[in-house]
Each structure stands twice: as structure tokens, then as C-alpha cells.
């Protein structure tokens, strides 16, 4: 179980990036401009409406500020338990845990625009395990990811998406599950 919640605090960089856009939703507003600018590619959107620069620069900004709580949580010993390593470059995992998961998402994104899915529409599993494989692949260049860690986070991050999705819609927070 200890293994479990030391999966779980690791990768929450990568869930307040993923969150980040649905939190800020209402604010900066001059930051609410599609990344790719509503532009076309063979007649198809690339990213969508809803991929925004205010999502992408909060994403990154509340992975690096949790890591940076990560880090000043190891004075406790129940923190330094859930800890997978000393977090000394906590601004390098940070960024790397919200930039992968921002372009994760993206990747996403422009695979959906590809099949004809619509900014918002479910496309499961993917849309819960983007912006997990998109962190875990930028944060292992500089912490080395065991074969049990990477299974664990990614069946825990497929649940737990749907359930915070599930949570945040019933709460008002979403306008979708999804």
C-alpha cells in the first residue's frame, strides 16, 4: 500500500497539470488563446479550441509549484516516507512532470482532431493516461522509472481520472464527466 501512495505523490505534479486548466478556466483571460490559433491542417483543427496558452503556462506552473511543496514537505517524516527521492531539483522535476503532461495532452489532442473527435468528446483511455505517459517520459530523463512503478501509476491515474472527473462534474467544477 506504501508503494501505491509513493506512486501516487509522485505523479502529483503531473495531476495539478492536468487540473490546471480546469481551475484557471475563468481567469487570465487574454491567455484563454487556442495554441494553435484555430489553424487548419488538411481541413482538420490541429490542437482544438479548448488547448489553450493559459492551460499550457498554468499546467507547468502548478507542476513546478507542487514539486516545490514536495520539497519543503520533506521536513516531516510521514512526507519523507511517501518520497521516491530528495526532491534537491525540485524546479527540473517540476517543469519536466508539468511540461510533459501539457504536451502530452496535446499529442492527444491532435490525434483526436485526426479521427474527427471533438474538443470535449471522451476518448477513452487515452484522455485519462495522455498527459501520465507524457510526464513519465519527460521526467525519466532525469529519475530512473521501474517497470512496477510506471504499471502502477498508470492503472492508478486511469481510476483516478475518471473518478475526479466523475467528482468535479457532480460538484460543478466540469461541464463534462469526461
Given at each position: 500500500?506504501?508503494?501505491?501512495a ?12 492536468n ?77 519536466l ?12 489532442s ?69
Amino acid at each position: 500500500m506504501l508503494f501505491i501512495a509513493k506512486c501516487f505523490y509522485f505523479m502529483m505534479p503531473a495531476y495539478f497539470a492536468n487540473m490546471a486548466p480546469v481551475i484557471v478556466k475563468k481567469w487570465f483571460n487574454f491567455l484563454a488563446v487556442p495554441i494553435d490559433r484555430n489553424r487548419r491542417l488538411f481541413g482538420k483543427g490541429i490542437f482544438g479550441r479548448n488547448k489553450t496558452w493559459r492551460g499550457f503556462i498554468f499546467g507547468i506552473i502548478f507542476s513546478v509549484v507542487i514539486a516545490y511543496l514536495q520539497r519543503v514537505l520533506l521536513n516531516f517524516k510521514f512526507f519523507l516516507k511517501l518520497s521516491f527521492f530528495d526532491y534537491s531539483n525540485w524546479f527540473v522535476f517540476g517543469f519536466l512532470m508539468g511540461f510533459g503532461a501539457v504536451i502530452g495532452d496535446l499529442i492527444e489532442s491532435f490525434f483526436k482532431r485526426r479521427i474527427r473527435i471533438k474538443p470535449g468528446e471522451p476518448f477513452r483511455p487515452f484522455d485519462q493516461l495522455d498527459f501520465v505517459f507524457g510526464a513519465l517520459l519527460f521526467v525519466s530523463f532525469v529519475f530512473r522509472l521501474t517497470f512496477e512503478m510506471v504499471l502502477v501509476i498508470v492503472i492508478l491515474s486511469f481510476f483516478g481520472h475518471i473518478f475526479i472527473n466523475h467528482l468535479a462534474y457532480y460538484l460543478g467544477i466540469r461541464d463534462t464527466k469526461w
